[in-house]
């Protein structure tokens, strides 16, 4: 189902039956011609860089920790991984490795902490398994400096709503645990508001990902572009999914 919430494909219906089927009575021709128009013009901006900048300033959200704070779990929430044709050419995805990269400098600051790496990959269960995520994060922290002995793997959330579910699961973990959760700048209002309902001491950190200025590239459609916005697109709607279960 996440796969369908995604803008490209309602506004591709959206053009096509304007271009392919005639409607009667003009009325009705000339609504979906408008349709279409503002289809088309929404497809354009979602394949801006404006877009992706404008998005993350509406999801932008701040958790400072204190001075005195000190995590004693940094949780690195998982953002996918690409599997290969055999097991040696699984990789993590761009947002896996942000994550990752950030969360290593943060545990290079707070040493005493265990790291985290929590969440399997849903639609992989039948390749490979569902500790293979927490596996590739591991080994790529582990090249960054992260300490073998400090890595937990927690393979069995599927979701943002899950993580904090399965974390309280963990030994040495209640509510009261001082948390660090590490996730891409636009995820973190929806996993911080997800993990303070169940941990009382809770900081997040972003990637750091959405803090550039804009630039003439940010104004042309690019494929690339069009990608990072299907993402946020999904956090809009998980975010509002959420405040429904509330």
């Known amino acids: 189902m996440r796969s369908l919430i995604d803008p490209v494909w309602l506004l591709l219906i959206v053009l096509a039956t304007s271009t392919f089927v005639r409607f009667q009575p003009a009325k009705t021709a000339r609504l979906i011609k408008t349709a279409s128009r503002v289809a088309l013009v929404a497809l354009i901006f979602l394949s801006t860089g404006v877009a992706t900048k404008t998005f993350d300033r509406i999801l932008a959200t701040k958790s ?22 055999e097991p040696a050419q699984d990789f993590l995805g761009t947002e896996s490795i942000r994550r990752v990269n950030a969360a290593a400098k943060i545990w290079r600051k707070y040493p005493a902490a265990k790291v985290v790496f929590s969440g399997g990959q849903p639609g992989t269960e039948g390749d490979r398994p569902s500790t293979r995520h927490g596996e590739l994060a591991a080994s790529w922290a582990k090249n960054l400096g992260l300490a073998d002995a400090r890595i937990v793997i927690e393979p069995l959330s599927q979701n943002t709503r899950q993580h904090p579910i399965e974390a309280l699961k963990l030994a040495g973990i209640d509510e009261n645990s001082e948390i660090a959760i590490v996730t891409s700048d636009f995820h973190l209002r929806r996993s911080l508001g997800e993990f ?12 750091g990902d959405s803090t550039g200025g804009l630039s003439w590239l940010d104004f042309v459609p690019l494929a690339t572009h069009l990608d990072e916005n299907a993402y946020r697109i999904k956090e809009f709607a998980g975010i509002g999914v959420s405040k429904l279960r509330n």
């Not at 303070?196 to 990637?207: D, L, M, R």
Request: glycine share 18%; proline share 6%.
């Open 196 to 207: 303070k309902k169940h941990f009382t001491n809770v900081a997040s950190f972003g990637t």
């Open 64 to 85: 400072a920790p204190s001075t005195y704070w000190s995590p004693e779990f940094i949780f690195v929430l998982g953002g996918g991984y690409e599997v290969g044709g």
